[in-house]
């Protein structure tokens, strides 16, 4: 089956640090990669994605890229900032029933620190 | 433009009563989905609806049950509250055959 594997947390890093989640995946085919933020008392956000192998996601100075060789697609900022604090969720699409589905990992929860 | 909306935004119940979200969406999309999302654990499909007049099981759809009222809303039934149902419940939508989905502010829903 589907599945998401992403780095437990809770991180916390201070101001201008380096950020990297890991996440790896395990499916069937070639699913669509995500990252999902969800910023405290809100519903999820989507951050960026990918579709296909070595293509990259960046938004907002983020970035993953699609490993299909390794099934990674790790999250990685080279300078966060305290608004970043969130909890961070990798997921995978895929075609199931009806419709396509997301699979979420358990999601890391980042704690920036001025 | 709303985009997905959510009611209520909390709610307790006692064990036993019953309760309906209720989940409305103004983007026009085609399919429709409810989550629960518990510590630890990410969020994990209840129910999902393909398009209008079809719904179909996610992966823990045991106690819930779901009603497609119209291309925008998409309701979620709790007949008989548990304990195990205390969580947070996301409602999202997407395009048909698209890969992103778009997701309501939740539901944070107590049982005692």
């Known amino acids: 089956g589907n599945s998401v594997t992403q780095m437990e947390g809770p991180v916390t890093l201070s101001e201008e640090a380096f950020l990297t989640i890991n996440c790896t995946y395990t499916?069937?085919?070639?699913?669509?990669l995500f990252w999902y933020v969800q910023y405290p008392g809100e519903g999820l956000q989507l951050l960026l994605k990918?579709?296909?192998?070595?293509d990259k996601g960046s938004n907002k100075g983020f970035e993953a890229t699609y490993r299909k060789e390794t099934t990674s697609f790790h999250l990685e900022k080279g300078s966060v900032q305290v608004s970043d604090s969130a909890v961070y969720f990798c997921a995978l699409t895929h075609v199931s029933g009806s419709a396509r589905q997301l699979t979420f990992g358990s999601g890391t929860q980042l704690t920036v620190l001025p | 433009n709303a985009g997905v909306t959510q009611t209520p935004k909390f709610q307790v119940l006692k064990t036993g009563q019953s309760m309906t979200l209720q989940c409305a969406q103004d983007?026009?999309?085609?399919?429709m989905y409810w989550y629960r999302q518990d510590p630890g654990m990410g969020l994990r499909l209840i129910y999902y609806s393909a398009s209008e007049g079809t719904t179909d099981k996610g992966e823990v759809p045991n106690g819930y049950n779901v009603s497609r009222l119209n291309k925008r809303e998409f309701s979620l039934r709790l007949e008989s509250a548990a304990p195990s149902q205390t969580s947070v419940y996301f409602c999202?939508?997407?395009?048909?055959?698209?890969?992103?989905?778009?997701f309501g502010p939740g539901t944070r829903l107590t049982v005692l």
């Open positions: 499916a069937t085919g070639y699913p669509s």
């Open positions: 999202a939508s997407g395009l048909a055959g698209g890969n992103e989905q778009f």
């Open positions: 990918a579709t296909k192998a070595d």
């Open positions: 983007m026009n999309h085609n399919s």
